[in-house]
């Protein structure tokens, strides 16, 4: 059974980082697009990042280029969220996430078959 497991989440100050690991078990995605979404409550979930399954190819939302770096370990079958510069406005609960298709690389949330259970991260003014 493919599981994703997300950490790091937690209460941070603005100005402050985080950094949010997912990892991954079951099968293997290494050929696969990683990525991260958020969401608030009465919002849709949004895009954050996705990673391609080499890391050759990023894209982050507009919102937190600049701020936020996604990497990822096929080794330890692990996605990282390296959030730098929190504002208020990034307070919501993140969620990794793996496209099902090998190679495809996109950030439209159909695209991704697997979900992890989200990590709260919330930052303070």
């Known amino acids: 059974q493919v599981q994703l497991v997300e950490s790091g989440g937690g209460l941070v100050q603005a100005g402050g980082s985080l950094r949010l690991s997912c990892a991954a078990s079951?099968?293997?995605?290494?050929?696969?697009?990683m990525g991260w979404f958020r969401q608030t409550p009465g919002k849709e979930r949004e895009f954050v990042a996705a990673?391609?399954?080499?890391?050759?190819?990023?894209l982050y939302a507009e919102s937190v280029k600049g701020r936020f770096t996604i990497s990822r370990d096929n080794a330890k079958s692990t996605v990282y969220l390296q959030m730098n510069s929190l504002k208020p406005e990034d307070t919501a609960v993140y969620y990794c996430?793996?496209?099902?298709?090998?190679?495809?690389?996109?950030?439209?949330?159909?695209?991704?078959?697997?979900w992890g259970q989200g990590t709260q991260v919330t930052v303070s003014s």
């Open positions: 996430a793996v496209d099902q298709v090998d190679g495809r690389f996109g950030v439209d949330a159909s695209y991704f078959y697997y």
């Open positions: 990673i391609s399954w080499s890391g050759a190819r990023t």
């Open positions: 079951g099968r293997t995605f290494n050929s696969n697009t």
